[in-house]
């Protein structure tokens, strides 16, 4: 499994959201995606994802166009949104059946007992969605993305909005998906991308301006100001 960007540019009318963008993930990495704000990152993730087309150049996932191959590939790809839009009506489990059955996931009561678990949720799986903190509802947004089991997980700010204890577990969540799947996960919080991630994708103007082992960047908020002021 692998995403390939190749010259990727996305411009709105005058605008140039995206420009000339060249990376390759590969699975076993956790990448961080980075910029500040209108850098490009989610007209970007939405290229990846299929929801637009590109305006010049391509994206790949394991060779086929997300574009063409939407449903084929929406089997492959859990996607958590920035908002992470959920329904608060829905108890967490009967929310995750509601999912399972979109995904046609096989053996789903043995399925969704396997994420709740993963994800922490077994105290609050009966609770309707509203009713959970805003850690716990993230933990379902979670859950809804790797219920399917999907290689290629795309998190945007999967961490928003949590406290520091919160962040932790999430951020331990994440790192125990990392195996054999291509984690994407963009986030402003610059130590957390120090923790979790291998590499880091940086974005200013529509540009990459570095695509860098996180192992080789000493201090990545300095590294961050340097190269998008
Ligand atoms: P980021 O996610 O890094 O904050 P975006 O990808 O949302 O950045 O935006 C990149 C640039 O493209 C910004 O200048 C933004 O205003 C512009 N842009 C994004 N979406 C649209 C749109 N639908 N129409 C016009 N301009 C857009």
């Known amino acids: 499994m692998f995403i390939e960007a190749q010259n990727l540019s996305k411009t709105y009318g005058k605008q140039t959201a995206v420009q000339d963008l060249n990376f390759r993930l590969e699975e076993g990495q956790i990448v961080g995606f980075l910029g500040p704000n209108g850098a490009g990152k ?3 993730l939405k290229m990846l994802l299929g929801l637009i087309q590109p305006s010049s150049g391509s994206v790949q996932i394991d060779g086929k166009d997300p574009q063409d191959q939407a449903i084929e590939l929406k089997k492959q790809i859990g996607y958590l949104a920035e908002n992470n839009p959920l329904y608060p009506e829905m108890y967490v489990r009967e929310f995750l059946e509601f ?3 979109i995904h046609q996931v096989e053996n789903p009561a043995v399925r969704i007992q396997e994420v709740i678990e993963w994800v922490g949720l077994q105290k609050e799986a009966h609770k309707k969605i509203q009713e959970l903190s805003k850690g716990y509802q993230q933990r379902v947004g979670i859950a809804l993305a790797i219920l399917h089991d999907p290689k290629i997980l795309i998190l945007d700010e999967p961490t928003s909005g949590l406290d520091p204890n919160q ?3 999430i951020r331990d969540l994440i790192k125990s998906l990392q195996k054999n799947r291509i984690i994407l996960f963009s986030s402003h ?7 979790i ?5 940086l974005i200013h103007q529509g ?3 570095s695509d ?3 192992k080789e960047i000493k201090d990545l908020e ?6 998008t002021s």
Not at 189 to 195: F, K, N, Q, R
Not at 197 to 201: G, I, P, Q
């Open 207 to 209: 540009k990459l301006v």
């Open 42 to 44: 989610s007209t970007t």
């Open 212 to 214: 860098s082992p996180m």
């Open 197 to 201: 991630c291998d590499r880091v994708l």
């Open 167 to 169: 962040r932790d577990e």
């Open 189 to 195: 919080l610059l130590s957390e991308v120090e923790a």
């Open 222 to 227: 300095k590294f961050f100001k340097e190269k």
């Open 99 to 101: 999912i399972a059955n």
